[in-house]
Structures are given as C-alpha cells and as structure tokens.
C-alpha cells in the first residue's frame, strides 16, 4: 500500500486524481458494505413485535413509542419500522397489522428474530371481542418461536375511556376464555392426528393460567389518544418493559 501510495505521488495531476477518486470509491464501498453488516448484525434477534387486532391502538403506540407525539393513524396495511435505543441496546420495533387476513404473513416474516412480544388489547370492546382477542393470543403463544421463552407484554390499552375494563379483569377473562379454546383445539387435534406434537398451552389438567406459561407474561394498563393531538399517553409500562429486557 505504502509503494503505491509513493507510486501516485509521483504521477501526474490527472492521473493522482483518477487514482484518488478510485481510493475514495473503494473506501465509501468497504465502509458501505461494513455499515450494512452491521445493521444486520444488530437487528437479528433485536425485534420487538407490536400486534393486536385491528383498531386495538397498535400504530398509535408505535407513533407514541418512536416519535412521542399524536399522528393520525389509519388501518395498517403493511408492518411499520422503527429503531430506538434503549440503555445503550439497539431495538427494532416492528408494528405488524392486525387485520387477520395480514396478520399472520407478517408475524412469520419476523418471529424467528423477535426479541419480545407485545400483544395489545382494546380494553373497551374486549367483552365484545373477547373470542377473536382470546384465539389471536392464544396462536401467537403457540407457535414454536416464542415458545423459546420469549417475554410477551399484554398491554389493556385505551384506558382514559370510562368503559375499559383494567388488567385484571382482562386477564380473567382471557384465562376463562383460553381455557375453552384449548380444548376445543386439542379435541380437534386428537380428532385429526392422534400422533400430533403440537404444543400443549398450560399444564395439563388444569386450568389454563398465564403463570403456567413458560414464558415470562405481564399485563400492563395503558392509553394513547387518537383524537386529541395534546394529551399526554400512558405508555410508561412499556417502556419499563423495553428497558427490563433490552
């Protein structure tokens, strides 16, 4: 290196310069390819999954988490990406949408990464949605890659409204509801494949409840406004939860 360094100063002007601008080129390029690399390395395993049913306040939290201020949100039709940094831990938030028809795509284009998981709840309509609410969890909890002990967050949103239920009324009812459907899940199970491996949630002969889990569950309350640009959220759980398992 240090010779042809030599070499092109003794060069003339056009011909410094061309060697030079070639330098530069494989310089921005070594450091471009190094950067991407990096990225990449520091996002694997670094995902933190944002889900929920459709009109839960997914989007919103994502804006209030990344941006700390009120955005106008619509229903998501594609996965929303953001990178913050939490005591010095780079963490990639990935809001996926919630529509069931979506849903699933993209949660299996990210969970072999995820790092944790958080499921978010309208507490206003959960009576009302309690099935849907109830099946969505329950399949996300199924599935092998979160099994690997990841940390799941369920976050009862939408509390500044007089008619939200708070956690515990909402885990009880999930509990309950969770229970049937893994019955009816193992009796159709047993009906088509009587060799089936497929998990099992819970201990069997049970009851199911969240603290059989293997993975660490936590229910947290929280609100973010979408209609008044002004208020403050309540998304300070969260982020307690981020700091905990960065």
């Not at 939490?86 to 963490?91: G, P, Q, S, T």
Request: charged letters at 25%; glycine letters at 4%; proline letters at 1%.
């Amino acid at each position: 290196m240090k010779k042809y360094v030599e070499q092109l100063l003794k060069g003339d002007d056009s011909s410094q310069s061309l060697h030079l601008a070639l330098l530069v080129a494989a310089f921005v390029l070594i450091t471009l390819v190094l950067f991407i690399f990096w990225r990449k390395r520091k996002s694997k395993g670094n995902i933190i999954l944002l889900t929920g049913l459709s009109d839960s306040g997914k989007t919103l939290i994502y804006a209030r988490l990344l941006c700390s201020q009120f955005v106008k949100t619509y229903t998501s039709v594609k996965e929303n990406i953001g990178d913050i940094t939490i005591n010095y831990r780079f963490l990639r938030i990935v809001d996926i949408p919630g529509d069931e028809r979506l849903r699933g795509k993209y949660f299996d284009k990210y969970k072999s990464s995820v790092k944790g998981l958080v499921y978010i709840i309208d507490a206003v309509t959960i009576q009302k949605e309690i099935r849907d609410v109830a099946e969505y969890l329950y399949n996300l909890l199924s599935d092998p890659d979160i099994q690997k002990n990841v940390p799941v967050l369920i976050m009862c949103n939408k509390q500044d409204q007089t008619m939200a239920k708070g956690c515990y009324v909402i885990k009880a009812l999930l509990e309950k509801e969770m229970n049937l459907l893994r019955m009816t899940k193992t009796s159709q199970l047993e009906a088509t494949d009587a060799s089936s491996t497929n998990v099992f949630l819970g201990k069997q002969g049970k009851h199911f409840e969240f603290s059989h889990l293997d993975s660490q569950i936590d229910f947290v309350e929280s609100y973010a406004s979408n209609d008044d640009s002004q208020m403050s959220a309540n998304i300070e759980e969260l982020k307690k939860w981020l700091i905990k398992i960065a």
